[in-house]
């Protein structure tokens, strides 16, 4: 059991360099401008959500509603 578990730890160390090194060439193969253009809009996607995250945390710091406490016994019979 133990050389399974050592083989299958092997190969996925093995698929994970492959995949590296394959995600590597193919970001070297994209023209620049299309890099610098994934860059701007990842930049985009990062700064929507957390001004998305922000606002409503701000939200709901600020709600007006009053908050209640609500209080439930509950009482046993069988005692």
Same mark, same amino acid.
Do not use: C, F, N
């Given at each position: 059991?133990?050389?399974?578990? &050592? ?14 090194? &394959? ?40 709600? &007006? ?15």
């Amino acid at each position: 059991m133990g050389e399974a578990a &050592d083989r299958k730890v092997t190969e996925i160390a093995q698929t994970r360099q492959r995949i590296e090194a &394959d995600l590597l060439e193919l970001e070297s193969r994209l023209p620049s401008s299309l890099r610098s253009v994934k860059s701007v809009v990842g930049v985009l996607v990062g700064v929507t959500a957390l001004a998305a995250l922000l606002r409503r945390s701000a939200r709901s710091k600020r709600s &007006d509603t009053p908050t209640a406490e609500v209080v439930i016994r509950v009482v046993r019979e069988d005692t």
